[in-house]
């Protein structure tokens, strides 16, 4: 199978450093600055616990010299979702499978979810450039649960978990999507092939949307925002409007906002993806992960005040610090 990592940060490095060592796969990457002369100059390299992973690559920042992949991974952070998705649309073909494994609520959700149908996605898809892009009948929906981190440009550290559920978007199960759990499965991950994938990104989604923002405009790692009380209580009132907001839309939650955080605290003194973003001093992935649930829930004249107030001051941090666009 030919793969194509397309943004080969944490995730992406992660993925493409496992599956080129594996064997499985060709795996190239589509790169640019640092990462692709450190790419071309040493390879995947990824370090954990059980040392440093190396692994060949063919890399480049033009996806005519990569061609055509079977499976297409977009790893990249939701800023840069619509250049990408115009730079690759060319070179997706027919049998191309297409795995976003991007944090939040993803652009196609509209498609596959029939209370979504008629909402406006342009928070996290301005101008509708990435569904237009990327054909629905070709998206596999992912959760990654691991954690990974840029150590230097092309050198990737493996934290911990790796967690990975996929599936087919409008749910059930199928072969192709099968076939990349065996890949996955066989590069060391822990697979889920699902049957309700748009549940898994949405209960994911559920934690993310309060631990992301109030870790990155305070800089705590997870057990210091969880440890205060009333940043506790902030928290799970926002879950909870999450939560009317999923059972009007068929991805009831069963669990409480506590269950979650009980979860979460065993995860100790972790970053979040947005913390890491801030204090690398990079774009917020703000829109996708919190912006669009308000969004949602103006749609379904969902009252969402808690989520309102982290979207504002979170907001107001990153245009303060030049990480979200001052407009």
Sequence with gaps: MKVCIAGAGAIGGLFGARLAAAGDAEVCALARGQTLQALRQHGWRLRSVDGLLRAPVRASDDMAVLGTPDLLVIAVKGPALAGVAAAVAPFIGPQTLVLPTMNGVPWWFAGAIPGLATMSFDSVDP???????IP??????????????????????????????????????????QRLAELFTNAGFDVTHSERVCYDIWYKLWGNLTMNPLSAITGATGDRVLADPLVRQLCSAAMNEAANIGARIGLEIQQTPEDRHVVTEKLGAFKTSMLQDAEAGRPLELDGIVGIVRDMGRHLGVPTPHIDAILGMTRLFGRVHGLYPDT
Aim: glycine share 18%; aromatic share 0%; proline share 4%.
């Design 127 to 133: 101008g509708g450039v990435v569904t237009r892009c």
């Design 136 to 177: 629905q009948r070709q998206l596999v929906g992912a959760v990654v649960h691991a954690s990974a981190s840029v150590v230097e440009p092309g050198l990737i550290q493996h934290n911990m978990g790796r967690g990975l559920v996929i599936g087919l978007p409008a749910g059930g199960r199928d072969a192709r999507v």
